[in-house]
């Protein structure tokens, strides 16, 4: 079973990740049921009905990716128990707004994933964007990858694990040191 880093912690996958075959062809339906399955965006809006029918909510997981609409997906998320965000190439930081969007302005309160190029050197901004849970690319050393977690102290922007920026969390502790002192 593949491993995967989650709530920063390295731990067994059970979901697949559903890719196009090299013709470009998606299973059907029912070549999914009863697996825990990450489905591409495109292919569950076409299956959506026939997917919620046959299976427990916990058993799907959608991927969406870069130039995928996740304002789309909101309709959906009661539907759903993961979504996933596929960064085709390292380079590529589409996937950070997505994750951004999905958990600021949607409200997506489940497993928030990063599939595809996953990489250590990326790790803890994808965690400032939301992403929970990360599928670190299969040739890299996941427990390595954990390390990335400890590497930075002090991030200065806001983000979505928090939004004050440093120079505000430095403000209100300078208030406070001085509403302190006077007491």
Known sequence: M??????????????????????????????LLPARGIVPFTWWKEHKNALTAAQKKELIGVWLAPDDEPAELVEDFD??????????????????????????????KGELRAIGDVLRDQLRFHARCGFDAFAVRADKDIHDALNAFA?????????????????????AAERSSVAGASA
């Open 79 to 108: 539907k759903i128990a993961l979504i996933a965000v596929d960064f085709p190439k390292f380079s590529d930081g589409r996937g950070f707004s997505i994750g951004r969007l999905l958990r600021e302005r949607y409200q997506w």
């Open 2 to 31: 593949a491993l995967i880093i989650k709530n920063r912690e390295v731990v067994e996958d059970d979901w697949t990740v559903v890719r196009a075959a090299e013709d470009g062809t998606l299973p059907a339906v029912d070549a």
């Open 151 to 171: 590497e930075l102290s002090i991030p200065y922007q806001g983000a979505v694990d928090n939004p004050e920026p440093l120079f505000r969390r430095r403000g």
